[in-house]
């Protein structure tokens, strides 16, 4: 079974500019999340997906930060723009359909990650 | 949620059992504990999860303390593929899916 796919997996900008990341989860999962994790610290939640509606989006940055799922399955990540503290990596994760019913957390399958560098 | 708190390193000799604790003093009854770990340069991996009763699956044994208070996550054979950070997260079913990662332990396994 294929991984959570991720590109690019480095990259390097100036602030002020644009970047934009690339998911492709597993297939047929519902749900996909994007965390940033900055140096020394674990894995924060910008944004839950299931399917292309948007679950949880309380953490993302939304003068700067946008995210979409059109179709319900790729995502792209997007920072417009970009400032020095951005510097992270960003993961993406995704798990099957989440239910609001289920007593326990559906399990999460995380991609490499892209890390980004802002000077 | 319940607040987790971790040491923040451990060493391991190769080949011996890893133990690395986890307190969840104010978990309530329905939050699971799930450990998860983070290889360097690579994206977290779900490890084992459990409610009350002990867990055991191919990668490794999870313990919890009766009163649920605290729980121990064991690699009983600890290899130096196995260094990595390790996360403890402690949580109910919240209406969404996501999961709140703390610091976690860095676990050292030493040749």
């Known amino acids: 079974e294929a991984g959570v796919a991720q590109s690019p997996r480095y990259k390097i900008i100036e602030k002020r500019q644009s970047v934009a990341f690339w998911c492709n989860p597993i297939?047929?999962?519902?749900?996909l999340y994007w965390y940033q994790q900055i140096l020394g610290q674990g894995p924060k939640l910008l944004i839950q997906?299931?399917?292309?509606?948007?679950?949880?989006d309380s953490q993302l940055p939304k003068d700067r930060f946008s995210a979409e799922r059109l179709k319900g399955v790729d995502s792209t990540l997007k920072i417009q723009p970009a400032k020095l503290e951005d510097s992270a990596v960003y993961l993406c994760?995704?798990?099957?359909?989440?239910?609001?019913?289920?007593?326990?957390?559906?399990?999460?399958?995380f991609g490499p990650g892209t890390r980004l560098l802002v000077l | 949620d319940a607040k987790t708190t971790q040491p923040p390193s451990m060493d391991c000799a190769e080949g011996r059992a890893a133990n690395l604790p986890c307190n969840h003093s104010?978990?309530?009854?329905?939050?699971?504990v799930y450990w998860y770990r983070q290889i360097h340069s690579q994206g977290p991996q779900y490890i084992i999860h459990?409610?009350?009763n002990n867990e055991t699956n191919e990668m490794a044994s999870l313990i919890i303390t009766e009163d649920r208070k605290s729980s121990t996550l064991i690699l009983p054979h600890a290899t130096l593929r196995d260094t990595a950070v390790y996360y403890c997260?402690?949580?109910?079913?919240?209406?969404?899916?996501?999961?709140?990662f703390g610091t976690g332990t860095r676990l050292t396994v030493i040749p």
């Open positions: 997260i402690a949580e109910g079913q919240t209406g969404a899916n996501n999961l709140f």
């Open positions: 297939s047929g999962h519902a749900t």
């Open positions: 104010t978990i309530s009854g329905n939050e699971y």
């Open positions: 994760a995704s798990s099957t359909r989440w239910s609001a019913g289920s007593p326990k957390k559906e399990t999460q399958y």
């Open positions: 459990g409610l009350k």
């Open positions: 997906f299931q399917n292309n509606g948007v679950v949880d």
